[in-house]
């Protein structure tokens, strides 16, 4: 690109970055607070990154999605189910918000708006020489390789062991290969017919069949609840008028309720409702439907309040929120009979021994159940581990399904565990033996568990740390 090229090209990043700036601090102050809401740690990550010249480095501004020291307990590239991601990091991710800070670089003449990703130093090491050239410009916000390659989490296989070499030998030359092509080509027009064809295409690639396939049963659950909602409000204002709501009255009702279908189910995905496994509801769930929805209520009598309908009754609002709750509750306690046929799920917790559980069938939800409800018990579930993939990201009494033995490593490093209990009653011999054997080589504790009274009876638990195997000596 000549100079005259380059200097137009920075005034456009400049005009741009500055007045997106100015229209969206608002949601830069509402993402900063749900951030420290949500967990411990800075608002921003920042973090090393390849800029323009062989050599040359800089800091780069995201907001942050992870917990703190998640780069010292684990890969340097983040993996399907990453457990080291917050839940307010989910959506961020999801969203491609937490990218958002990346604004400041680009006014601060790090980065532009359009160009190859950023990409970590040590990767750098890596470029193949034909592709040395993509260091030659600034790195964008928005670029070909972020565009075509937006699933590139995907791209690894399930149960892959060695996400960087994988990465290095099968995703990086792809990348590279397009990111030579924006360099070669780059232009002040390119660069803007890309940042608008660029975001309708991101936007676009966030709506996939696959992923409505994988999420079916939640939109369910999610629909459902969202005609409780209403349901249950309308109910409240019959109850309050004594069934005879008079006409004035719903101009209130519909205002009202068109601030509690955008909230609430915003605070309940918050909660991680539609990640609760509705085959085993317990305690736990639905406690968590009692803070979703005491919480969403309150926000929606702010709104009201704020919106100038202060006439509304908040005697109304106590009601909904009673009678939301004893909904949510009742059919997903129905659910759960049609899905598992019975049984009561109890969980309270009083432990010290953190423990994975390898199963998510009859037996390890009976593990779990037990584990929880005992106030005398030593052991805290933190994770279940499951070769079925379809389970991955749900959740069975409030404890999520982090994946399968290929993320035992990452799971017990992130969560400290001290000990995997591996159901016999769910896992075939080859699943079993698999597990055994990660554990084996990360020197990780494990039980079979052919009934959970074995472990309970214990007084005092003897943990027995597995032999590790020699590389040579592995099956």
């Not at 109910?235 to 955008?262: G, K, M, Q, Y």
């Not at 992130?414 to 000990?419: G, K, L, Y």
Request: glycine residues 8%; charged residues 20%; hydrophobic residues 45%.
């Amino acid at each position: 690109m000549s100079k005259r090229g380059a200097a137009g090209k920075r005034a456009l990043d400049l005009l741009m970055s500055v007045g997106a700036m100015l229209l969206i601090w608002p949601l830069f102050l509402l993402i900063a607070v749900l951030i420290k809401l949500d967990s411990r740690g800075p608002v921003f990550f920042r973090q090393e990154r390849a800029g323009a010249g062989e050599g040359s480095t800089f800091r780069i501004f995201k907001f942050r999605t992870m917990i703190v020291g998640a780069y010292r307990s684990g890969a340097r590239l983040t993996v399907k189910r990453d457990p080291r991601i917050t839940q307010v990091g989910q959506v961020l991710r999801w969203t491609k918000l937490d990218e958002l800070p990346q604004l400041l670089n680009v006014i601060l003449g790090d980065m532009s708006l359009v160009g190859p990703r950023p990409e970590d130093p040590y990767f750098v090491n890596f470029y193949d020489q034909k592709y040395r050239g993509v260091l030659s410009v600034k790195p964008g916000l928005i670029g070909p390789s972020q565009v075509e390659g937006r699933d590139e989490v995907e791209m690894y296989p399930d149960g892959c062991e060695d996400t960087e070499r994988y990465y290095i030998e099968n995703i990086l030359p792809e990348k590279l290969a397009r990111d030579m092509e924006y360099v070669e080509q780059a232009s002040v027009t390119s660069d803007l017919a890309f940042l608008i064809g660029g975001f309708f295409r991101v936007v676009a690639s966030q709506f996939k069949g696959s992923f409505f396939s994988r999420v079916r049963g939640r939109l369910a659950l999610l629909s459902m609840d969202l005609g409780l909602i209403v349901l249950s409000y309308i109910v409240a204002n019959f109850i309050h008028f004594e069934w005879n709501l008079p006409d004035s009255a719903w101009p209130f009702v519909v205002r009202t309720l068109f601030a509690a279908v955008i909230l609430k189910p915003l605070v309940f995905i918050y909660f991680g409702l539609y990640q609760r496994s509705t085959r085993w509801v317990g305690r736990r769930d639905l406690a968590a439907i009692v803070k979703a929805v005491t919480l969403s209520s309150a926000l929606v009598v702010a709104v009201t309040y704020l919106s100038g309908l202060q006439a509304h009754s908040r005697a109304v609002f106590v009601v909904d929120a009673a009678l939301l709750v004893f909904l949510m509750c009742s059919f997903r306690y129905a659910l759960r009979q049609v899905l598992s046929g019975a049984g009561r799920a109890n969980a309270t917790t009083s432990t010290y021994i953190r423990v994975l559980v390898a199963g998510s069938g009859h037996g390890a939800e009976s593990i779990l159940r037990s584990l929880l409800e005992d106030p005398k018990s030593r052991f805290l579930p933190v994770g279940i581990i499951d070769h079925e993939p379809h389970r991955w990201g749900g959740l069975i009494h409030g404890v999520r399904v982090m994946g399968g033995a290929a993320d035992i490593a990452l799971s017990a490093t992130t969560h400290d565990v001290d000990m995997v209990l591996v159901s016999l009653a769910d896992l075939d011999p080859s699943i079993v033996r698999d597990v055994t054997e990660a554990c084996s080589k990360l020197g990780i504790q494990y039980r079979l568990i052919p009934a959970l009274s074995d472990v309970l009876s214990q007084e005092d638990p003897q943990l027995v740390r597995a032999p590790k195997f020699s590389h040579e000596g592995r099956a």
